[in-house]
């Protein structure tokens, strides 16, 4: 079994160097106006299906892969996310979202402390946290087309609650089944790739509820 502790300091290190990645990128791109305009007009719809598969084959062959690999995939993953992160930065002032980033960032170290210390067995609620996930697409598709601010607000929040558990799950889960993945690397990156996708879910939502605009 690998041992929890160097495993979660390469998972951490990872997730740092993908977050540094994708907000670099986002950041960037939104001071190019060329560049900018030819993310969101001719190529959004391509970032999106490459992030889509780029994140699945990720999940589902991280246990075959070369540990280079990962590295690599993980890193492109983190790219195209800045990428469509750019718009952020355009909309939002660059201090909320300095103020929103530490916010999250507390938000992961206490959940995450609270999902490794705990003795509840959130693998548990993994059903629920996913049908709630589900579900909240689901509202997300309908709000399209029926476009309730309140609605939205109310999605963004059970969306927050949903990711939030999901830290502390999902430090749990790395710290019981890390050894299933033979390959510590392999299963640093798996771990990265999770508790990224928290903390940009949770940025995400609480850009969108406490986050100031631009003037």
């Known amino acids: 079994m690998l041992e929890n502790n160097k495993i979660f300091s390469k998972v951490f290190l990872w997730m740092f160097i993908g977050l540094a990645i994708t907000f670099g990128v986002g950041y960037y791109i939104s001071m190019n106006s060329n560049m900018l305009y030819n993310v969101f007009t001719k190529y959004y719809i391509f970032l999106i299906i490459a992030e889509l598969v780029t994140v699945i084959v990720l999940s589902m062959r991280i246990r075959k892969m070369k540990p280079m690999t990962a590295k690599i995939l993980f890193c492109v993953y983190s790219f ?4 469509t992160f750019s718009s952020i930065f355009v909309v939002y002032n660059l201090t909320s979202i300095m103020y929103v980033f530490a916010i999250t960032a507390l938000v992961m170290l206490i959940f995450g402390l609270i999902g ?3 003795k509840l067995d959130l693998t548990k ?3 629920y946290l996913f049908m709630g996930l589900i579900a909240v697409i689901i509202c ?3 709000n399209i087309f029926v476009s309730s ?10 969306c927050l609650i949903i990711f939030i558990i999901y830290i502390a799950y999902d430090v749990q889960v790395i710290k019981k089944n890390s050894y299933m993945i033979e390959n510590e690397d ?11 996708l928290d903390f940009i879910n949770i ?9 100031k605009n631009k003037d």
Do not use: K, P
């Open 186 to 196: 392999n299963a640093a990156i798996y771990g990265a790739l999770q508790l990224y």
């Open 116 to 118: 490794y210390y705990t």
């Open 80 to 83: 195209i996310t800045g990428l």
């Open 125 to 127: 609620i993994w059903v």
């Open 203 to 211: 940025f995400l939502r609480l850009l969108e509820l406490i986050g």
């Open 149 to 158: 601010e309140t609605f939205n607000m109310g999605i963004t929040v059970v």
């Open 140 to 142: 997300e598709i309908i």
